[in-house]
């Protein structure tokens, strides 16, 4: 069963602190995403990337920075975490560059409060 | 850019009955694709049905279909003879068929079957 793994469910981190979300696929897919997700606006992108080593920002890229060094790898790093940042965190990958359709495989999520 | 609007933070249906869920959508790509996911509250983000943007059906899954109206920008998803178990978090989504392949969210509707 292909899966993308989020390495936490739950985090609890200090304001100020460095803080990690590792995702990781098993599906050679090129494509990798960072979500966050709040009550009422939905699912919005953080950062992408289509290729190891590199990455575009998203919508809501402030505050966070991103690592890819190996394909089936994609890290979301926010450098000093603020209360703001206190969301659910998904993470998604999806083969293809071309054609019309491609599927998307989400992890389960990185629920991350910020005290 | 593109928008997905949502205009139903929140939707009751009674068991077996059926039910829309309004999407509405802004995009300058002259080719896209549209997505509904259900999110139950276990959180994992599940694909229900995509619509291309030249498809000249709409397109169905089993009790869900998407009722595309291009000139109108809509894309709802009915479901049909609605289930407990489909009590959940629906998201419409969207991507361009050329250079971003991110998708774009709406905020959601949450969806409550009752018996």
């Known amino acids: 069963d292909v899966k993308v793994t989020q390495s936490s469910r739950y985090l609890v981190k200090r304001t100020g602190e460095k803080v990690f979300l590792e995702c990781v696929q098993d599906?050679?897919?090129?494509?990798m995403f960072w979500y966050r997700q709040d009550p009422g606006l939905g699912l919005r992108l953080i950062y992408f990337?289509?290729?190891?080593?590199?990455?575009e920002k998203g919508d809501i890229p402030e505050g966070y920075s991103v690592s890819r060094e190996k394909k089936e790898r994609f890290s979301l790093i926010l450098e000093s975490a603020s209360t703001n940042q206190t969301s659910m965190y998904l993470c998604?990958?999806?083969?293809?560059?071309?054609?019309?359709?491609?599927?998307?495989?989400f992890g389960s999520g990185t629920r991350l409060t910020v005290v | 850019a593109q928008k997905i609007t949502q205009t139903q933070p929140g939707m009751f249906v009674q068991e077996k009955e059926a039910v829309t869920l309004d999407c509405t959508y802004d995009?300058?790509?002259?080719?896209?694709?549209l997505f509904w996911y259900k999110q139950p509250s276990s959180g994992e983000m599940i694909f229900l049905i995509y619509?291309?943007?030249?498809?000249?059906q709409n397109a169905t899954e089993g009790r869900y279909s998407l009722n595309f109206q291009k000139a109108r920008k809509s894309a709802n998803l009915v479901i049909s003879a609605s289930q407990l178990g489909d009590s959940a978090m629906y998201f419409c989504?969207?991507?361009?068929?050329?250079?971003?392949?991110?998708?774009?969210f709406g905020s959601g509707t949450r969806l409550q079957v009752q018996p």
């Open positions: 998604a990958s999806s083969l293809g560059t071309t054609g019309t359709y491609y599927g998307y495989t």
């Open positions: 599906m050679d897919h090129e494509n």
């Open positions: 990337s289509y290729d190891v080593k590199m990455k």
């Open positions: 995009t300058s790509d002259p080719s896209y694709g």
């Open positions: 619509q291309g943007s030249y498809d000249q």
């Open positions: 989504a969207m991507r361009p068929d050329t250079g971003r392949r991110a998708l774009t």
